[in-house]
């Protein structure tokens, strides 16, 4: 294990170390920032989940290596929409079909643009869903959903928006701006708060972003392989159902190490970052960082983790919280406190910020698990850091 730790924040390097331990860790990173200043950077492992340190041929994890953080990049999106209505050139309360008019089609006229991001647009599926090649297509995926009927009147239920996220903040974001979403998050975002963070991978930074992979539980991990609620494991086991829908946007799953998936612009899955990047971004949405740079306004960071959705989730199955565009601390989510908001990526990474205590926080990993909300490693971290905070 390498990095630092300021003092008091021992609990989270010896969780970070259990993970390894017990928990079948392969490659991870955290960062914990407070008040705008990096408190916890720690990293081990391997930097290819298929690798084992020390091994002929083997990379270790390095300071600035990389992965793709699934849905935590829904985080990094819907905060250049709340940028947008910072700045005055979105309103979150106006149908989206004033800035997008094809998506009045088919019954969604009456979309507003916070239903989107709270995911209560009722278009959580494709009819016909998207190859990978498609999906990298901005044009085709904006086309398909605003062609797709809502399975539910907009605004009247949540369901979480998996795939179908990307079209529908990517599509607003370049409506407003007339730049792609990844060149605008990079130029008003990730550059200006100095994260390494991307939507959309530069060919200049192939070399930093390790191979990701899926990772099974250890069988003694001390209790803590957990199996699904019946109704969560029947959801997705059922073809037809919205979860198994949801997921399957885009079909067959992209292959998450080709350079071409990489380099698509995909703002509900497929950001890349490193954990300081995560962090220092979350620790920007309600703060200086380092003195400097603050993206949102105390009113804005209020707009964002503001709940918009709370109960069962017609996509998820389980009950889920929503602001606007964030999720919030929960059962099927648990953060830091429940004045906090930020984004899980299926199986593995976390992001948040705690605008109460001043944290803001970033983990990655190159070893994906089958948890959607909650996994694991990066829950252990959060208790540690609830313990060093106590």
Do not use: C
Request: charged share 20%; glycine share 12%; net charge negative.
């Amino acid at each position: 294990m390498n990095g630092t730790v300021a003092e008091g924040f021992e609990p989270v390097r010896e969780a970070f170390a259990a993970n390894f331990a017990l928990l079948g860790e392969r490659g991870a990173a955290v960062t914990v920032y407070r008040d705008g200043h990096k408190a916890v950077d720690l990293w081990a492992g391997a930097k290819n989940v298929d690798d084992t340190v020390g091994m002929a041929g083997s990379a270790p994890w390095e300071p600035g290596t990389a992965q793709i953080v699934r849905s935590a990049t829904k985080g990094v999106a819907a905060a250049a929409l709340l940028l947008l209505h910072q700045r005055g050139e979105l309103d979150l309360d106006a149908p989206v079909g004033t800035y997008w008019p094809e998506y009045k089609a088919a019954g969604k006229e009456h979309t507003l643009v916070r239903h989107l991001l709270a995911h209560r647009a009722g278009i959580p599926v494709l009819d016909r869903p998207l190859t990978p090649a498609e999906a990298a297509d901005p044009d085709l995926g904006a086309a398909a959903v605003a062609a797709q009927p809502p399975v539910w009147e907009p605004g009247t239920d949540h369901g979480y928006h998996a795939q179908t996220y990307s079209w529908l903040t990517g599509e607003l974001i370049r409506r407003i701006t007339g730049r792609p979403a990844g060149e605008w998050i990079a130029d008003e975002i990730a550059r200006p708060v100095g994260a390494d963070l991307w939507l959309g991978l530069p060919e200049s930074e192939h070399a930093r972003v390790g191979r990701v992979g899926p990772v099974e539980a250890p069988a003694a991990a001390g209790g803590l392989k957990t199996r699904p609620k019946r109704a969560v494991a029947e959801a997705y086991a059922d073809p037809d159902s919205l979860t198994r829908r949801a997921f399957a946007a885009i079909t067959p799953l992209p292959d998450e190490n080709d350079p071409a998936y990489r380099a698509a612009t995909l703002p509900a899955s497929n950001g890349i970052a490193t954990a300081d990047g995560l962090a220092r971004f979350y620790a920007s949405l309600i703060g200086e960082v380092d003195g400097g740079t603050r993206l949102f306004t105390p009113r804005t960071a209020e707009l964002a983790r503001a709940e918009q959705s709370a109960g069962p989730d017609r996509v998820l199955v389980v009950g889920t919280r929503f602001g606007r565009g964030y999720m919030l601390h929960g059962s099927a989510s648990p953060l830091l406190s429940p004045h906090s908001f930020g984004h899980p990526g299926r199986g593995g990474a976390l992001a948040f910020a705690d605008p109460e205590t001043g944290i803001s926080f970033g983990y990655v990993t190159n070893g994906f698990r089958k948890s959607v909300t909650a996994d694991p490693r990066a829950q252990a971290l959060v208790r540690a850091l609830r313990t060093a905070l106590a």
